[in-house]
């Protein structure tokens, strides 16, 4: 190779490098990205193939770099330079007043000039330290006692927040960056929830502080890279070869003139009413923040002031940390109550001592589903901690062990549902156990009725949300059966409650009429769609899983709603489109008395359609076959396969089976190609099934 060509390719993997810096830091910094998703990722592909092909020109800070160093045994031990002191804490406006007038005792009296604060959020992280020399990250380090800390820098170069290279210019030789690694409430929750579906097989993070330290200290950096870390700057420690501007505030801009992210939140304010209008600001805008804070942060903004002070103990006198109220909480649990969602789905929700958390007082907290509550192993009595942060439902975290605990019996769902008696069950594969009422649970049904009604199940036009909501509140309905039976004067009587419960003004003549017509209108709309398809109705009934695809299936399938109300499990997975999930839900749906008491009564009062012989040949070159997909595929979604091999005919499975006719495989392709191997059973790669798919797609 000659020494241009291989100046050329170290010139791109350079211009790779910036841009790829720059898009990262738009993004995750600033929050103003520049470039699409695809575009960065195609940039990073041919940086990565670059580097691939020449390990020579891979740098230390090359975006690549940020997982790369393999998982180590322990953590090597940090001398902080300059220790990692904390914060006072102050709880009421008065300790604050005590600390404003201690700094101007200090400082020779009041001068009638007020003091100026950097004002901050109080993140509820971790504090870390960030060594940059020459620009370049080359350490990062826990707290850890303050005099020395653990060495993290492969987990914190992971953080895309963290830039791996100084932006900007005129950053002294030796920097280091202190300030708070968290994890964002969101990415917490996104993280807790596949951790709850998970079958116990992701632990679940107890609080986003938690969090954070614990993704902090895991060994493996590849691990600390899945979990969704951010990062505040909020001070400097060691500046060497360079100078920083006189006051806190500026150093912050300075820092992020370099790259890292500032809070928006950051302000200064003047003297004490300054402060205090600040803690009430943010305290106001707490609960919808992105991130939990447990108070605010008051600092004295001139650093020359501050060295004039200096510290007592291990706090400085110029910053005081002002505390928010807890967001964390212990009380004792007095019942577990199941709450039954608009879908059924039956939630276990711990009934408290009432206690105040996160500034309201929190009675109930979600348990989340039978599996949490076996994790966490809540037993009524138990002494637990609730957490209550953000606009996030109160839940339990953990139980506080006592003598007690195991003498009280562990907790199980029930097995009927407290609101209508039906059956309460759990499909295998699913985190959620529901109530199988349907049609005739009263938690359900306006959302059952609401979806009956929609325009593209029975289609009853005019009878909006609110009208369901108001005929089932006051009692007029009970089942989507109790439509059919609605009379005008039932409308008009309804409507005139609804208006006194509301206070709305009593009804004119003209809107009387107004009133009139409306109820005209339902009924005919109601009377209209009696006659409706079997499809239609099925999709109508709002069955789990059961969209107006699936129920045209059935409908087409069984032909008739007897026959398909016979099925059992295994009749139903024959039917296109139709999985054990599905087939399961359909099955049991029809098995509740409720649901076949509602459809008995529908049918008597008038709903009806036209039933046809089963049709059970599929048109298409792939009729009668079975597929199953497995792998990743390159140039289509595992949907979009699924799709298209069902245009023409196939039944798409989930595994394979000797009934299987083929498999295709994609990239990665596990266990499913090994049972096709075992079995036999013919396997297309991607490259077969686009070649099949161009010839046979209309
Ligand atoms: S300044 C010498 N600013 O609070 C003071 N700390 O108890 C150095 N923290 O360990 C800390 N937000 O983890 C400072 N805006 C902020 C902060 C903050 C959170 C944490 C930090 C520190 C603890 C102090």
Request: charged residues 25%; hydrophobic residues 40%.
């Amino acid at each position: 190779m000659s020494a241009t060509v291989s100046n050329d390719i170290a010139h791109r993997a350079a211009v790779l490098r910036e841009k790829l810096d720059e898009a990262s830091h738009r993004y995750h910094v600033l929050d103003a990205p520049t470039i699409p998703d695809a575009e960065y990722d195609a940039l990073m592909r041919e940086l990565e193939a670059l580097e691939a092909a020449h390990p020579e020109l891979v740098t230390s800070d090359s975006p690549t770099q940020r997982v790369g160093a393999a998982p180590s045994s322990e953590f090597a031990e940090v001398r902080h330079d300059i220790p990692m002191l904390s914060l006072a804490n102050a709880f009421n406006d008065e300790e604050i007043a005590e600390f404003v007038r201690r700094i101007r005792t200090r400082l020779g009296g009041d001068d009638g000039r007020p003091l100026t604060f950097s004002v901050e959020p109080k993140f509820d992280g971790l504090a870390i330290s960030l060594r940059y020399e020459k620009g370049r990250f080359v350490r990062g380090a826990t707290r850890g006692d303050g005099e020395s800390g653990e060495d993290v820098t492969a987990n914190l170069r992971t953080i895309k927040q963290i830039p791996l290279k100084l932006h900007g210019k005129d950053w002294p030789a030796v920097l280091e960056v202190r300030g708070e690694v968290y994890m964002p409430r969101a990415g917490f929750e996104k993280y807790n929830e596949l951790a709850r579906n998970s079958g116990g097989k992701i632990k679940l993070l107890i609080n986003p502080r938690n969090a954070a330290a614990g993704s902090l200290r895991q060994l493996d950096p590849r691990i600390t890279a899945k979990r969704p870390l951010a990062f505040y700057a909020y001070a400097v420690g060691v500046v060497e070869g360079g100078t920083l501007p006189p006051t806190h505030a500026q150093t912050l801009h300075r820092l992020r003139d370099w790259g890292f992210p500032l809070s928006k939140l950051v302000s200064t304010a003047e003297g004490e009413s300054g402060c205090l209008a600040y803690y009430r600001r943010i305290g106001a805008q707490r609960d919808a923040l992105p991130f939990d804070i447990d108070g605010v942060v008051y600092k004295l903004d001139d650093l020359a002031l501050q060295r004039e002070l200096g510290f007592v103990g291990r706090t400085p006198r110029w910053a005081i940390a002002h505390k928010f109220p807890a967001q964390e909480q212990t009380t004792t649990v007095e019942a577990i109550d199941i709450n039954i969602g608009r879908t059924g789905a039956a939630t276990p929700t711990a009934r408290l001592k009432p206690v105040f958390v996160g500034g309201v007082t929190v009675t109930n907290a979600t348990l989340h589903n039978a599996d949490q509550v076996a994790r966490l192993d809540v037993r009524i009595g138990d002494t637990v901690i609730v957490r209550r942060a953000g606009d996030v439902i109160p839940e339990v975290v953990s139980v506080v062990a006592d003598a007690q605990h195991a003498a009280r019996p562990p907790w199980a769902m029930p097995a009927t549902c407290p609101v209508c008696g039906s059956e309460i069950v759990r499909e295998e594969g699913e985190a959620v156990a529901r109530c199988t009422g349907g049609l005739s649970c009263a938690a359900q049904v306006q959302q059952a009725i609401f979806h009956f009604a929609s325009r593209r199940a029975i289609d009853i036009d005019g009878l909006g949300e609110r009208y369901i909501e108001d005929l089932t509140e006051l009692g007029y309905v009970q089942s989507v059966a109790d439509l059919y039976k609605l009379t005008l004067d039932d409308l008009l009587e309804m409507k005139r409650r609804a208006d006194e419960r509301d206070g709305t003004t009593p009804e004119t003549v003209k809107s009387g009429k107004v009133a009139t017509k409306w109820a005209e209108n339902v009924i005919a709309a109601i009377d209209r769609s009696r006659g409706t398809t079997l499809e239609r109705f099925l999709y109508a009934l709002g069955i789990s899983d059961v969209g107006e695809t699936t129920a045209k299936a059935l409908a087409r399938w069984f032909g008739s709603l007897d026959s398909l109300m016979a099925a059992d499990v295994d009749a139903l997975q024959t039917v296109p489109d139709v999985g054990p999930i599905v087939a399961a839900h359909v099955a049991r749906f029809f098995a509740q008395p409720h649901n076949r008491d509602v459809i008995a009564e529908l049918r008597a009062r008038g709903v009806a359609w036209t039933e046809h012989e089963p049709q059970r040949t599929i048109d298409g070159p792939l009729a009668g076959k079975t597929a199953v997909l497995t792998g990743a595929l390159g140039a289509l979604t595992r949907e979009e396969a699924r799709a298209r091999l069902e245009a023409l005919g196939a039944k798409v499975a989930g595994s394979v089976s000797k009934k299987t006719s083929f498999v295709v495989a994609g990239a990665e392709a596990g266990s499913k190609l090994d049972k096709a191997n075992e079995l036999g059973v013919e396997v297309w790669d991607e490259a077969r099934l686009l070649e099949f798919l161009k010839i046979h797609e209309v």
